[in-house]
């Protein structure tokens, strides 16, 4: 069975970054680097605090001259240091981000190729989009502000406090008394963050899922009227998120406020004792002006690790989103065997299926035969499992529980790859792809073929006619889905494709139930150059393709009720019968 919609998994802060710096472990050197070039920048920091006190007691209170001379230097030096290093940091940090990105964006886009075809039915197509394009870029954000904030400003403030210690270690104190009330305060303010960022995450995703349906469905909303419905939806999703960020920065500068004020309490407080020691010669000009200027310098950095808690927690909301979707189950391939082309039949024992959820099954012990290279056309009405039975065949679906088997091989021993390499699907809705005729008919593993075969597959599809009337040929482009194409267009470039493939099994799943009369003939005449010496399971509906068939199968409620060529399925007047004359079996137009 396939995955279900499910919440996402809650995982620890230490679990997340341990999995993202496994994306780095190529890097340590750069990553070095980038911590020591950091660590220098802060460390310039309490140096220029110290340098105060020479500067007023040596050069302005007694009048060093020479004290005045290599003071000015050194904080040139200082700076030329902060610059240089933070231009390395800069740097450094740039690449590992952007090769955390690219290495995230890979790996999450090769799960999605290599998904089961039922999570893409349980699950929004935004929200797995919104996972590449902004969980990502939200994790590199995150991890790399969170080093920075951490490394730098947590040495600038040990470096500050430090200089502290030792110009007064009891005014200062007075600082770790409130350490404590701070630590409540981010604590109880990141628990209310991560929650607001995954809410945050679903809300996008539903943002970026309603501008998809829109963008899709164009035709549909223009001719249906439904602007003002797609306004609203988006109006809707877009509110969510503004609200939600609104609690977001609530929560967040509430925390920042908080904890602002209890530091600048304690900053009062501190400042004051030392105006007092000041007065009493307790401290010096210099001890004072360094002592003050480091209190103040203190300030930035602690703002910066007060707001950084929202980061840090939009940061691990989008990395549990992401590392959730990592862990999803990828298609099963634990089959070894190689699928020759087939000789004798493809049988299915005994046969069960069903939908996560649903009330019944959609294959309900289904028994059956397809001889190699016969025709057999699926027949019934909707929802009676023709589709289900296909997909089977390519295993986009596994059997719950009974027996697929080509020449005898269960299909589940087989290789995806090797089994797949083997079969050619033609349906109704064609996939075609934003770029060149030439690029759709040799898609994928096809791509090696000359331009000469694919002109030939374009003539036997009845495609040739079209194509050569088009300004740049096979290299027109055609736009997103084909969408400068018509209907029989799009559908004979589909037939090409599969006619290049040449596989021994065809799939045609309703390939000329949309189309027009002219469309279907010229579709339907490639249909049978396609067909030709080939294993053919059809699903559809008009009359001319089933009575052509070796065997028709008739289905209903996922189990075979019948099965016969045309004339005998007509004479047991039965449910094909009924069909046919009920006209669920339509002829083909003249």
């Not at 460390?43 to 220029?48: D, G, L, R, S």
């Not at 000009?285 to 103040?296: E, N, Q, R, T, V």
């Not at 073929?449 to 300004?471: D, Q, T």
Request: net charge neutral; charged share 20%.
């Amino acid at each position: 069975m396939g995955s279900s919609a499910k919440p996402e998994i809650s995982m620890s802060g230490w679990t997340l970054y341990r999995r993202i710096f496994q994306y780095l472990r190529n890097y340590w050197g750069l990553f070095f680097v980038s911590i020591v070039s950091m660590a220098l920048a802060a460390a310039t920091e309490p140096a220029f605090v110290a340098l105060l006190k020479p500067l007023i007691d040596q050069g302005f209170v007694a009048k060093n001259v020479s004290a005045m001379q290599w003071i000015p230097f050194a904080i040139i030096g200082l700076f030329v240091l902060r610059g240089v290093t933070s231009y390395i940091n800069e740097y450094a940090t740039a690449q590992l981000s952007g090769q955390l990105v690219l290495k995230m964006r890979t790996e999450l886009f090769n799960k999605l190729l290599n998904l089961p075809m039922e999570y893409f039915a349980d699950n929004k197509s935004g929200r797995m989009i919104s996972r590449i394009t902004n969980d990502v870029t939200q994790i590199s954000n995150a991890g790399f502000n969170i080093i920075t904030v951490t490394v730098k400003d947590g040495i600038t403030i040990m470096g500050l406090l430090g200089w502290l210690f030792y110009t007064d270690w009891q005014l200062t104190l007075i600082t770790f008394v409130l350490l404590p009330v701070v630590a409540v305060c981010v604590r109880y303010v990141s628990k209310r963050l991560r929650s607001l960022s995954r809410r945050n995450q679903q809300y996008m995703g539903e943002m970026t899922q309603v501008l998809s349906e829109s963008v899709h469905a164009a035709k549909v909303v223009k001719i249906y009227g439904g602007q003002a419905q797609e306004q609203q939806r988006f109006g809707e999703s877009i509110h969510n998120v503004l609200v939600n960020n609104v609690k977001k920065s609530v929560t967040s500068s509430l925390n920042t406020g908080i904890t602002q004020l209890i530091i600048a309490v304690a900053l009062s407080a501190i400042l004051y004792f030392a105006a007092e020691r000041a007065r009493n010669n307790a401290f010096t000009a210099g001890d004072f002006m360094s002592y003050l200027s480091a209190m103040l310098m203190l300030f930035a950095p602690f703002k910066r690790i007060t707001n950084m808690s929202q980061t840090m927690q939009q940061g691990l909301a989008s990395a549990e989103s992401v590392f959730g979707f990592l862990d999803e189950k990828s298609e099963p391939d634990t089959g070894s065997k190689t699928l020759a082309p087939l000789k004798h039949a493809i049988t299915l024992e005994d046969v069960v299926f069903r939908y996560p959820n649903a009330e019944r099954d959609a294959i309900n012990h289904l028994n059956l035969t397809i001889e190699a290279g016969k025709i057999v056309a699926l027949v019934g009405a909707s929802g009676c499992g023709k589709t289900t039975l296909a997909n089977m065949l390519s295993r986009f679906l596994i059997a719950d529980t009974g027996r697929i088997a080509y020449d005898g091989v269960d299909i589940n021993d087989l290789d995806l790859k090797s089994l797949r390499s083997q079969i050619a699907l033609v349906s109704q809705d064609v996939v075609l792809f934003n770029g060149t005729i030439m690029d759709n008919i040799a898609y994928g593993e096809l791509n090696q073929h000359s331009r000469e075969e694919v002109e030939r597959a374009a003539k036997m599809a009845n495609a040739w006619a079209f194509i050569e009337k088009l300004p740049q040929g096979l290299d027109t482009l055609i736009g997103e889905n084909g969408t400068k194409l018509s209907g029989g267009q799009r559908q004979r470039i589909a037939i090409a494709r599969a006619l290049l493939k040449n596989a021994p099994i065809l799939i045609l799943d309703e390939a000329t139930s949309a189309l027009d009369n002219e469309s279907e003939r010229l579709v339907q005449a490639a249909l049978e150059q396609l067909m030709q010496a080939r294993t053919t399971i059809v699903i559809a509906h008009r009359l001319s393709t089933i009575e052509q068939a070796d065997l028709i199968v008739v289905m209903d409620n996922g189990q075979v009720v019948e099965q016969g060529s045309h004339t005998e399925l007509l004479q047991k007047q039965g449910r094909y019968a009924h069909l046919h004359s009920a006209q669920l079996i339509k002829h083909t137009p003249e």
